[in-house]
């Protein structure tokens, strides 16, 4: 079942290069993005392994854990600045909370309802309140640089939302 995982290792670990990386965010970014598989967060930022931290949920979410792990990456890792990174035609503005509960209970049976989805009703609205829950954390340092942008997944283009 992962036959095609474990190649795919062999072939990159007989290339790989130690690159002697620390684990500290070498440019001081953190991205915070979607699952979405059509999403590369180092190569639509010009980065590469080691230049930023990358922290992915369904629809790009500031949630607690993601503030908990900005606290470490802020205070333990480098980490100076945030992009807030959602994209376009992403499932998690395709519906309500009530709608992806029956959806998973129609697919599965399991009942999802103790939790909560997160949906996205308007990606800019909710872009901009997830940037403010940054901005406004008790444990995050006060210079801490935010940005939000919504990628593009059809032109690679990142459309920063301002204030």
């Known amino acids: 079942m992962f036959d095609d995982v474990l190649a795919g290792n062999n072939e990159f670990s007989s290339k790989f ?3 002697a ?4 965010a070498v440019k001081g ?11 590369d967060p180092l190569g639509l930022t010009g980065m590469a392994a080691g230049d930023a931290k990358i922290l992915r ?10 503030l908990r792990t900005l606290i470490l990456a802020t205070h333990l890792l480098g980490v100076s600045r945030v992009l807030v990174a959602p994209h376009t035609d992403c499932k998690m503005a395709t ?8 959806e998973i209970f ?3 049976g399991v009942d999802t309802r103790s939790i909560e989805i997160r ?12 940037l403010l829950r ?27 939302i301002t204030d």
């Open 106 to 108: 129609k697919k599965s």
């Open 17 to 19: 290069k130690d690159k």
């Open 134 to 160: 940054i901005k406004t954390s008790p444990f995050l340092p006060r210079e801490l640089v935010v940005v939000g942008a919504i990628y593009d997944v059809k032109t690679g283009k990142l459309k920063e």
């Open 21 to 24: 990386l620390t684990g500290l």
């Open 95 to 102: 519906g309500d909370e009530n709608s992806f509960h029956q």
């Open 29 to 39: 970014l953190a991205i915070i993005t979607c699952i979405d598989s059509r999403i």
């Open 119 to 130: 949906t996205v009703d308007n990606q800019e609205t909710t872009l901009r309140q997830d």
């Open 57 to 66: 949920n369904a629809g790009a979410r500031v949630t607690d854990d993601v």
